[in-house]
């Protein structure tokens, strides 16, 4: 049998910006099909790296987005609601 952890080892990890990308897609898609009203996107190691992005295609999909921060210096992203949300001043 094949030693698992031999191919493991050689496995690449994924880019943190790419990966924090791909769930601010994902994010801005559900808040745009009416799945979600607002995402928060937690825990992302390249959060403010990538808010730049993601302010930029969120803005073109007509979603809000914003970033806040933690004492800890961690980031949150939120994504949503939409800016033609009738709730949305509420947010």
Same mark, same amino acid.
């Given at each position: 049998?094949?030693?698992?952890?031999?191919?493991?080892?050689?496995?690449? !990890?994924?880019?943190?910006?790419?990966?924090?990308?791909?769930?601010?897609? $994902?994010? $801005?898609?559900?808040?745009?099909?009416?799945?979600?009203?607002?995402?928060?996107l937690?825990?992302?190691?390249?959060?403010?790296?990538?808010? &730049?992005?993601?302010?930029?295609?969120? !803005?073109?999909?007509?979603?809000?987005?914003?970033?806040?921060?933690? &004492?800890s210096?961690?980031?949150?992203?939120? $994504?949503?609601?939409?800016?033609?949300?009738?709730?949305?001043?509420?947010?």
């Amino acid at each position: 049998m094949k030693d698992v952890r031999a191919r493991l080892r050689g496995a690449r !990890q994924p880019d943190p910006l790419d990966v924090a990308l791909r769930e601010i897609d $994902i994010a $801005i898609d559900l808040v745009c099909s009416g799945r979600a009203r607002v995402v928060e996107l937690v825990g992302l190691p390249a959060a403010e790296r990538a808010a &730049g992005f993601g302010v930029a295609k969120a !803005q073109t999909a007509g979603v809000r987005f914003s970033v806040q921060r933690s &004492g800890s210096g961690s980031a949150s992203l939120r $994504i949503g609601p939409r800016v033609d949300d009738p709730g949305a001043a509420d947010d």
